[in-house]
């Protein structure tokens, strides 16, 4: 995606998420959290002194982003936001995303190349399932990818503490008239429908060319990542 977005002529950053990547990594669970997430992901975006943000969200990009676009309207232009949600008071998990949140917590072997591969519709290759598996040598870098679906608060869970916060970035979306845009995934059982969700409830989403994109999984980055990176260019370079 990032060469055909930087040859449209847009600055193009990709951050590691803290936890991912090559990049140092807490060990314990403990040492990650929603809310740490967000301040992480603000504390780039003041560093690099980044404004006229367009930010394109994919799963954690968009709960820990949107937050981030609600506490801080004037840094950003426009939000696409793919296969990703943030979740509201009133909201419980779907059994897809309760089945994964579960194979998280208890899998004795836990494989990112693998879950890779269980959230999209194409087959890898064995370099790409590689790459993905690098930055894992051993459990002991995993907690934070084991954590993450742990993080995602819902009604009735532990981690509802954070839903204050969520219902409060809602409030700012419900009135955000930027443009706003979805690029799904057709063949995501998780975030089937979180698409039209947005399209109701974001102002910003009216009059734009969303897009339900055929033969594409939760990880639509693998799947349809070239036509994803068009369809994002050309949304840019037209609004």
Not at 2 to 16: H, Y
Request: overall charge negative; charged content about 20%; some cysteine.
């Amino acid at each position: 995606m990032i060469p055909i977005l930087v040859e449209a002529g847009f600055r193009t950053i990709a951050p590691d998420l803290i936890g991912f990547g090559k990049s140092d990594k807490p060990v314990s669970q403990k040492d990650y959290s929603f809310e740490k997430h967000v301040k992480w992901l603000k504390n780039l975006v003041v560093n690099l002194k980044l404004q006229n943000v367009h930010l394109f969200c994919q799963d954690w990009g968009g709960l820990a982003g949107l937050r981030l676009v609600a506490e801080n309207e004037a840094l950003f232009s426009s939000v696409i936001a793919s296969n990703t949600f943030i979740p509201r008071t009133g909201m419980r998990a779907n059994e897809a995303f309760l089945k994964w949140r579960h194979f998280s917590q208890t899998a004795p072997e836990f494989y990112a190349g693998s879950v890779l591969q269980m959230g999209t519709v194409s087959q890898l290759s064995k370099e790409v399932i590689a790459a993905y598996d690098a930055p894992f040598p051993d459990d002991s870098y995993k907690a934070g990818a084991r954590v993450f679906p742990k993080l995602v608060p819902f009604d009735g869970d532990d981690e509802g503490n954070e839903l204050p916060a969520c219902d409060a970035a809602w409030q700012v979306l419900e009135k955000w008239e930027k443009p706003f845009l979805t690029l799904f995934g057709d063949s995501d059982p998780i975030m089937k429908g979180a698409d039209a969700f947005f399209q109701t409830k974001v102002p910003g989403a009216k009059g734009h060319p969303h897009r339900l994109m055929e033969k594409a999984g939760h990880f639509i980055q693998e799947d349809q990542g070239g036509a994803l990176a068009h369809f994002l260019a050309n949304f840019l370079e037209n609004i």
